[in-house]
C-alpha cells in the first residue's frame, strides 16, 4: 500500500509556505474555465519576524492573478496540489 493510499481523504497536505512558490493547484470546481494555477509570488510581509501569510495564483487559462491566503490551499474541497 502506497502512502497515498494510507492517508485518509480527509487528510490535509502537509505545505511548507516558504516553497510554495512555482507549485501547482488545481481547482476542485472551476469556474470561467479556470481550473490550473500556479503560484507565482509569495507576498513576504514587511516586518521580516512575520509568517508568510499570502499568495499571488495565476489561472493558466487566462492568466488571471488573485492573491489567496496560502492556509485556503489546504482546503481539499476548494484545491488539489497538481494539475490534475
Known amino acids: 500500500m502506497n502512502t497515498s493510499e494510507t492517508m485518509s ?10 516553497k510554495l512558490l512555482h507549485s501547482k493547484w ?3 470546481k472551476p469556474s470561467h474555465k479556470e481550473k490550473h494555477f500556479l503560484v507565482i509570488k509569495l507576498l513576504v510581509p514587511e516586518d ?11 489561472a493558466v487559462y487566462s492568466n ?21
Do not use: C, H, M, Y
Open 64 to 84: 488571471r492573478i488573485q492573491v489567496i491566503a496560502w492556509r485556503e490551499l489546504l482546503d481539499l474541497t476548494v484545491w488539489q496540489q497538481g494539475w490534475n
Open 26 to 28: 488545481t481547482a476542485v
Open 9 to 18: 481523504a480527509n487528510a490535509k497536505p502537509r505545505l511548507n509556505p516558504n
Open 48 to 58: 521580516p519576524s512575520a509568517a508568510l501569510e499570502f499568495v499571488e495564483l495565476e
